[in-house]
């Protein structure tokens, strides 16, 4: 954990959150940190993958992802997009 912060007052904490994590992660990434900690990217920080392993990167996790889960049952929409239509969220 890297920060936290009292939500009580904040019409959108969720949104004040993404945007406090958005810049935090900019700066931790230009310093040559990590786009994820120990929890994954997940969908917060899933935006930042094209720039960390670039379009095929992305394809092959894609592909990955269709081969083993199909059905789109584990992590949908986790560090990326599913063009699927059945998903679970």
Do not use: C, Q, W
Not at 62 to 78: C, H, M, Q, R, S
Request: proline content about 3%.
């Amino acid at each position: 954990m890297y920060f936290g912060f009292r939500i009580s007052g904040l019409k959108d904490p969720v949104k004040v959150y993404e945007e406090i994590e958005d810049e935090a992660r900019k700066v931790i990434m230009a310093s040559g940190g990590s786009l994820s900690h120990h929890h994954g990217v997940g969908k917060i920080r899933k935006k930042f993958m094209p720039a960390v392993i670039g379009e095929g990167g992305l394809k092959m996790l894609k592909g990955i992802k269709e081969y083993v889960d199909p059905l789109n049952i584990f992590a949908t929409n986790n560090i990326i997009e599913n063009d699927t239509e059945e998903t679970n969220e």
